[in-house]
């Protein structure tokens, strides 16, 4: 196990600066440089200042008082960490399934905070048990925190070592264009994010949509793909250009029902209408999309078993279970309302 006398070696500064650099204390200055030396040194070395026991048996949890017992929450948003229903709802069956067993959540972060190293070290500086990740990190803080955290339970990740409850992007992206075709359209626009790679074109959601299109002889045209990065002031954008557009669609995937309200909004400013001139089909089925103007047609995501069974998950492997990480993939369900 590491000490600070390591990382300071591995730095080439005191075992002061170290403590000063991970207790973020500003009373004494310092370059940029010598920061980011000793952040490396950290991770290169796994330093910590407490150490780990994982439970050996099926019993261990009982053999620990719960007050002991740390669980916490990375959500994945880029704005205000309450500000996506999605993420919310997901939240409140993993607080609900904790507090029935007793637990509350110690912390909750984004992994844009994250980002920050002064963030990430002092959120893990104490020990914890467990962590519900929402997001599939970059590989150095993903390393970090799994070499701190005995047990880890995805909703959704990309991490293939730790246990992950999710959906099939692919399959309901397909599944949503289908339904459009079925409905006789031909031209049809796809509204969504950037993949791992960060290209749009790497989203197993527009995987799904290309796959769907193809597969039905019809043209992909790219001025209907609109990469809106998840913010709705972009989608509204390119909704708002699409409607300029000649040979527009005549019907739109948004792989996000808060994109497709956005693209609803925008198209209902251009004088266009749902579903006559454009039909618009969602993904989650949050509370609201029954409330848009049209209710939005929608493949529903039961996003708060996610977070109950994710919670089943961790608690399981806190308990002592130690079989090969496990996938659980929930069905999807069409939810027809007024928007096509």
């Not at 909703?155 to 949503?176: L, Q, R, S």
């Not at 300029?244 to 739109?252: N, Q």
């Amino acid at each position: 196990m590491s000490t600070i006398r390591d990382v300071a070696k591995l730095a080439n500064v005191s075992t002061a600066t170290v403590s000063r650099v991970v207790n973020n204390d500003t009373k004494y200055k310092m370059t940029k440089e010598t920061k980011e030396r000793v952040w490396d040194a950290i991770t290169q070395l796994n330093y910590k200042s407490y150490h780990i026991m994982k439970p050996q048996n099926a019993n261990s949890l009982l053999s620990q008082q719960k007050s002991s017992i740390k669980i916490g929450c990375i959500l994945s948003v880029t704005k205000d960490k309450y500000n996506d229903p999605y993420f919310m709802s997901i939240l409140s069956g993993v607080e609900e399934r904790l507090l029935k067993n007793g637990y509350e959540l110690a912390f909750l972060r984004t992994g844009l905070e994250l980002n920050d190293r002064n963030t990430l070290y002092s959120t893990f500086n104490e020990p914890v048990t467990g962590l519900i990740l929402m997001e599939s990190l970059n590989e150095a803080t993903y390393q970090y925190i799994r070499n701190q955290v005995p047990f880890i339970v995805g909703v959704d990740t990309a991490h293939t070592d730790i246990d992950n409850i999710g959906y099939d992007h692919y399959e309901v992206a397909t599944k949503a264009v289908q339904y459009l075709i079925d409905k006789g359209h031909t031209r049809i626009g796809f509204i969504g994010g950037n993949g791992l790679n960060a290209n749009i074109r790497g989203s197993l959601r527009y995987k799904g949509y290309y796959s769907a299109m193809h597969a039905a002889g019809l043209t992909v045209n790219p001025e209907w793909v609109i990469n809106c990065q998840w913010d709705e002031g972009l989608c509204i954008e390119g909704v708002d250009k699409l409607c300029k557009l000649k040979d527009r669609p005549t019907a739109i995937f948004a792989a996000s029902d808060l994109m497709a309200m956005a693209a609803l909004s925008s198209l209902y400013l251009n004088g266009v209408n749902v579903p006559s001139e454009m039909s618009v089909i969602g993904l989650s089925n949050i509370d609201l999309s029954k409330y848009s103007n049209p209710p939005l047609t929608t493949l529903e995501i039961p996003t708060k078993e996610m977070g109950l069974v994710a919670v089943d998950l961790l608690l399981s492997r806190i308990n002592g279970d130690n079989l090969l990480p496990k996938k659980v993939i929930i069905p999807t369900t069409l939810i027809l309302r007024s928007s096509t």
